[in-house]
């Protein structure tokens, strides 16, 4: 499986930099209020990734401690109807 991995990996390093080569004329980004921004396409794709897949994380975030809270929970309660049934830990 090792020998499959890495060639699929320069594979996609290699196709990722070919397109950052090819990607890299100047873009004005403008904002509100008459501010910009130049950069090159990629450093704002990288950006626009970037951001996405931390507002992603963080969404993630608050559904995974919810239900890590419930399987504490849960356990706790098990554990409680072990002990009631005197079955012990």
Known sequence: MRY????????LFLLLLGFAIKNDQ???????FGYEWQTS????L???FTAGVLIGVL???T?????????AALKRE?????????LGD
């Open 4 to 11: 499959i991995v890495w060639p699929l990996r320069a594979f």
């Open 26 to 32: 100047p873009v004005v980004l403008k904002y509100f």
């Open 41 to 44: 396409l990629v450093v704002i």
């Open 46 to 48: 990288l950006c626009f």
């Open 59 to 61: 969404a993630m975030l």
């Open 63 to 71: 559904t995974m401690f919810r239900q890590r809270r419930e399987m």
């Open 78 to 86: 098990i554990s409680l109807k072990n002990k009631l049934a005197g």
